[in-house]
């Protein structure tokens, strides 16, 4: 097992390394630095020598990737790529381009948000979604089976855009039952969290169920369920014991790879509803062009969904007993 | 002697409802089984013996599958009205069930312990420690090492024959009064078979339960069973204590049966077939089910349909023959001339017998990796030197049980494995080390087909599209219009239409998919032909038209085979020298003759010895 994690964290490495490699180009193919400066120093007034100094400030006044200018190694370490990516190894994330803020202290003080907001929606959303896929596989076959998927699919088919609209004027406005957006630290958020976590859910409960419901009757079909009934046992016995444990294996492939992701929030779910995660702070810094902010960013993100991946594996070895890690 | 039966089956009627119209999969089946005694039930896969034995356990899928009548009497009492709740202390209690996948009848998370002490614990109210201490003694009468130990292993970590073991214990852990073996060795090698066969009969003598063995395999109830009821379409055909049914089979489609069984005595010959397939249970004939197959066919056959009644002791049949009323009828006009002897000899003449192909010492090793850069720590010998020639226009079985390296050895020979080792020698050129180019002639010369008609076969793609592939990478100098007359030429040859090329594989029945299979790689001439396992997924009958097929297609054309398989009887009927495979090795070699009258090896002598046979035919 060590030596099966060892061996996919020294795969990360390249896989980081590219992705990196990849928000680099893509971030200058549109941007200059030039556009950057110009950008973030607004756009009237700006003589070319304050565009040199901003550059030079911030570090942009070098090439993206190769350094012409320089000899033997310097080529390529003395340009943006090189210089701006490598502090990213220990997590040094510096400061952002627009108003010099620590991102690595923004990190920290979003992520709560975030997390508040996702975790809720995460954990809800996988015990109603199991519970209504359970009670469709429990009738299957029937009418109310058959109403239950065309319901699934009807509400898949819906936008979250629409989920998130309707909650705030169903519940913002009409029923004013809660805030429509905004947030609040400590014992205060509760009342703001409660309708993203509502809409989270519900626009979850669509997609998810239908999965879970196909997962489990497959499950339902196999030989050692026929096993299980020629034993005698109740038709919740075979369900629970039999099925279930068997069924999370694929839900796991599924969910686990997710958990990772709850500390960078829902880049959607923040916006509309204005809580400051991670989330909402990625899709401002897109917006201000803030390649600092964007390339941390992109650069968690990429950490934790590798993390995501090999947590799966390794929660496999929990559920399949078939399972081991070499 | 005349005892109260166990199990009482009376006119039982289990219907499905299809897309297609209703199914009569069981329709009108009346058995029934003493203490104590074997009941067998055998016919082709179709025929409705499983949804018998679901029937009576009471586990019909539903909603789509129903009894639609009839009555099954455990000790007197008709368990069919009963509610769910007193079904379910029958079923695992009073009737229990193994079933054919010993690989997958079991639940991969849970371990075996847990999965007997479920059953003993439901029906026997008993606290967990006397459930463990039953279940341990349960795993020690299936004969499983270790009981202890076992109790708490995972069913992935056992084999196939170790699985059924524990099927077996958790079946019998609450004494039955039924249980129901459906073809519970079909999936095992032979030497298993035997012994799981032997030990279901010993725990019988021992508990006294009474068994419903279903199987399609006839040397198997031969074996194992006291009476036998042959099943074709959804009914009892003929039902006979198992000597007389063997020394006397009445129903011709029993006596089809027993001829299709290929055998020593038939070498030579073309083995019986019956034309067809069996219909499914939407299409069944209105008279007699067997009519539009049968070779005693009588006008009167397909409209009216006889009753299974006793002819004499014991032994019933369900045909016209025995009805002198209806033979003295107009209607018993013979409807097609009675067939005439089989074509005789198919063996090629010995004079050329030249070499086609030969191997030395192949070995061919998977690299076992470990460690954080998995690196190459050691091999699993799969093919360990193994050498053999094969003469053109003879048959070579290559003999053993699953994982022995047959497979492997047989793809390694004709290079779609790269050997590890050894040297392969076809028609005097060496093939092994060539370049991929250099292979390319050979590819057309050297081919396989496979075991399993139904995945070996590229759903996406139209019948014409699967043969004609190969014609296309391997004969590139063909136009589209010589391709064409060649793929019908072909089609025609295996027992195909020429229409047939637009149709998708999933249309065809199993033999008819083998057949897609032979044509397949009949298309691009070949000299030598693996046959993996060829006919081992198919029926008795349709194994026997397949079989007659490779007999004729070789006779015509010269053709040498390597037939890998685990069924002796088939070697004995096709082969000319066997070769016995076992751990990656060959450990003995010879002509069937030698082999299977004077075997030298105790693993050969093992394996002969494990093989059920029919002594009466």
Known sequence: MLNYIIRRVLYAVPIIIGVNLLTTLLFFYVNTPDDMARKILGEKNVTPALVEGWKKEHGYDLPVFVNPAQNGIGKVTRTIFFSKSVPLAWLDFGKSDRNNIDIAYEIKDRMWPSLAVALPTFAIGILVNLTLAMGLAFVRGTYLDLWGVVVCVIMMSVSTLFYIIGGQYIFGKLLVLSPISGYDTGGYAAKFVILPVVVGV?????????????????????????????????????????????????????????IPFLFYGSLLMESFFSIPGLGSFTIDAINAQDFAIVRAMVYLGSILYIAGLILTDISYTLVDPRITLE | MTMTPVVEVKNLKTYFNTPEGLGRAVDNVSFSIERGRTLALVGESGCGKSVTALSIIQLIPRPQGFIAGGEVLLNGRDIIPLGEREKRKIRGNKISMIFQEPMTSLNPVLTIGSQITEAIKLHQGKSSSEARAKAVDMLEKVRLPEPGRMFHEYPHRLSGGMRQRVMIAIALSCRPD???????????????????????????????TAVLLITHNLAVVYRNAENVGVMYGGKIVEMAGVKTLF???????????????????????????????????????????????????????????????EKENGHAAACHLYDPEFMNKPLSRPLLALESA?????????????????????????????????????????????????????????????GCGKTTAGKAMIQLLKPTGGTVVFDGKEVTGMTP??????????????????????????VGEIIEEGLKSLRPEMDGKARREKLSRILDMVGLTPDMMRRYPHEFSGGQRQRIGIARVLVVDPRFIVCDEATSALDVSVQAQILNLLKSIQRDFGLSFLFITHDLSRVEYIADEVAVMYGGKIVERGTVEEIFSSPKDPYTVKLLSAVPRIETV
Do not use: W
Request: charged fraction near 25%.
């Open chain 2, 247 to 309: 020394r006397n089979p009445m129903h011709p489609y029993t006596l089809k049966l027993l001829r299709c069984v290929p055998g020593m005595e038939k070498r030579g010959r073309m083995l019986d077939t019956i034309p067809g397939t069996v219909p499914p249970p939407t299409e069944f004939p209105e008279g007699c089910r067997f009519s539009g197959r049968c070779h005693r066919e009588m006008e009167g056959c397909g409209t009216i349909e006889p009753a299974l009644s």
């Open chain 2, 342 to 402: 089989r074509p005789a000899p198919v063996n090629v003449p010995h004079e050329k017998r030249t070499t086609i192909l030969e191997v030395q010492d192949l070995k061919y090793y998977y690299p076992v990796k470990k460690g954080v850069f998995k690196k190459t720590s050691g091999y699993l010998k799969a093919v360990d030197g193994i050498s053999l020639t094969i003469k053109k226009g003879s048959t070579l079985a290559l003999v053993g049980e699953s």
């Open chain 2, 437 to 462: 180019r250099g292979i390319k002639p050979y590819r057309s010369l050297m081919q396989i087909i496979f075991q399993d008609p139904y995945s070996s076969l590229n759903p996406r793609l139209m």
């Open chain 2, 178 to 208: 039924l249980l129901i073996a459906d073809e519970p060795t079909t999936a095992l090698d032979v030497t298993i078979q035997a012994e799981i066969l032997n030990l279901i009969k010993e725990l019988q003598r021992e508990i006294s």
């Open chain 1, 202 to 258: 519900i626009s979850s409960v669509g997609s998810g169920v239908r999965f879970y419901r196909t997962v489990y009757l497959e499950e339902l079909g196999k030989d050692y369920i026929r096993t299980a009934r020629a034993k005698g046992l109740s038709e919740t016995a075979v369900l629970f014991r039999h099925g279930l444990k068997n069924a999370m294996i694929p839900v796991l492939t599924n969910v686990v790879v997710s």
